[in-house]
């Protein structure tokens, strides 16, 4: 009886001290998005000694860009592998990125894409951009344009216009104008720059949408507030 009896207390208290962690490291996310790094470290640095995952992906974001805390490469590196094996796609993404740039580790490109892939995998959307990309760089536009698809659910503006390029350029995929543009202005109005760009470029020569110069003129105009250099060449050009 008594063995049930501490059985009990001690699932009470796992459950207890893992509602714990979760509220703490939610409060340290927040701190974190919010800039709050004095704050953010103070609650991921115990939580990561006691190896709560997601505070150990948090912490090795701070050391590898120096938020709130000296950077530190090889820091972050060694505090990324420990999460990324327990399946933290942030940590695999920063295990990509230091492998990919030689930042606190050798530079080693076949980890380096293993790491991103395993990241796309566990569902990290700039994992999915980035692979997405490095897909249509390399002309493999099958899987390029499965990535961006994938990406774009997920709310990544540039995956949008990503899936908007296949289409404008029948890359992987039937050349479909009206897909492109479709894809382009729902990337442009979540304020992507490129997305902005080419929407400009289509009304201007009227493809998958009549011709319309002055919608042209307007997402030309956002894309060169964003200092996108290809539309400030055409704004330059076009006041000449």
Same mark, same amino acid.
């Given at each position: 009886?008594k063995?049930n009896?501490?059985?009990i207390?001690?699932?009470?208290i796992?459950?207890f001290? $893992?509602?714990?962690w979760?509220?703490?490291a939610e409060?340290?996310y927040?701190?974190?998005k919010?800039?709050?790094?004095k704050?953010?470290?103070?609650? +991921?640095?115990?939580?990561?000694a006691q190896?709560? $995952?997601?505070?150990?992906?948090?912490l090795a974001t701070?050391?590898?860009?120096?938020?709130g805390?000296?950077?530190?490469?090889?820091?972050?590196?060694?505090?990324?592998?420990?999460?990324?094996?327990?399946?933290s796609?942030?940590?695999?993404?920063?295990l990509?990125?230091?492998?990919e740039n030689?930042?606190?580790i050798?530079?080693?490109?076949?980890k380096? +894409?293993d790491?991103?892939?395993t #990241?796309?995998?566990?569902g990290?959307?700039?994992?999915?951009?980035?692979?997405?990309k490095?897909?249509?760089?390399k002309?493999?536009?099958?899987?390029s344009?499965?990535?961006?698809?994938?990406a774009?659910?997920r709310?990544v503006t540039?995956a949008? $216009?990503l899936v908007?390029?296949?289409?404008?350029?029948?890359?992987g995929?039937?050349?479909n104008?009206?897909?492109?543009?479709?894809?382009?202005?729902?990337?442009?109005e979540?304020?992507?720059a490129?997305g902005?760009?080419w929407?400009?470029?289509?009304? +201007?020569a009227?493809?998958?949408?009549?011709?319309?110069?002055v919608a042209?003129k307007?997402?030309?105009?956002? #894309?060169?507030?964003?200092? +996108?250099?290809?539309a400030?060449?055409?704004?330059k050009?076009?006041?000449?």
């Open positions: 009886m063995k009896i501490l059985g207390s001690l699932i009470l796992l459950i001290v $893992t509602s714990l979760a509220q703490n409060e340290g927040q701190a974190l919010n800039g709050d790094y704050i953010a470290l103070n609650i +991921f640095e115990p939580l990561a190896n709560h $995952t997601g505070s150990q992906a948090a701070m050391y590898y860009e120096g938020l805390v000296q950077k530190n490469e090889k820091k972050a590196v060694a505090l990324a592998k420990k999460a990324a094996k327990k399946e796609a942030l940590a695999q993404f920063i990509y990125d230091a492998y030689g930042k606190g050798a530079k080693d490109e076949d380096a +894409f790491w991103l892939q #990241s796309a995998e566990n990290y959307p700039q994992a999915q951009i980035t692979i997405a490095m897909f249509f760089f002309k493999d536009y099958y899987r344009f499965n990535w961006a698809q994938i774009a659910k709310n540039n949008m $216009t908007g390029n296949h289409y404008a350029l029948g890359a995929v039937p050349q104008d009206a897909q492109a543009f479709q894809w382009y202005k729902k990337a442009a979540s304020g992507d490129e902005q760009y929407l400009a470029e289509m009304y +201007f009227g493809r998958g949408v009549p011709k319309d110069s042209g307007k997402w030309m105009t956002e #894309s060169a507030r964003q200092d +996108f250099d290809l400030k060449k055409w704004l050009q076009s006041a000449k």
